[in-house]
Nanobody
Framework: VQLQACGGGLVQAGGSLRLTCAASGFTFSTYVMGWYRQAPGKQRELVARISTGGATYYQDSVKGRFTISRDNAKNMVFLQMNRLKTEDTGVYYC????????WGQGTQVTVSS
């Protein structure tokens, strides 16, 4: 299982970023996928999740600003982040749910004021 995340960077508050996670080594379309983040000094937390059928879940703090989506043909999951806030700063991780969850490497998102 490989999960390669990219798309992080430095952005001013109010800006946007799009994270991409490229998956390989498993049947992507049959797994729930998600994005977690970890801010400095804090625990890793679930940001958004998308089911195999496209149903989505969002953490309250990102509702209306972030959109998770997936492309099963390309084995990719995305996180579109708009109206970013300084509190969105952290390392963002792609995650495959299941009996044996799998983490990708993180991508740093830094939102400056």
């Amino acid at each position: 299982v490989q999960l390669q995340a990219c798309g992080g960077g430095l952005v001013q508050a109010g800006g946007s970023l799009r994270l991409t996670c490229a998956a390989s080594g498993f049947t992507f379309s049959t797994y729930v996928m998600g994005w977690y983040r970890q801010a400095p000094g804090k625990q890793r937390e679930l940001v958004a999740r998308i089911s195999t059928g496209g149903a989505t879940y969002y953490q309250d703090s990102v509702k209306g600003r972030f959109t998770i989506s997936r492309d099963n043909a390309k084995n990719m999951v995305f996180l579109q982040m708009n109206r970013l806030k300084t509190e969105d700063t952290g390392v963002y991780y792609c995650y495959r749910f299941g009996a044996s969850g799998s983490w990708g490497q993180g991508t740093q998102v830094t939102v400056s004021s």
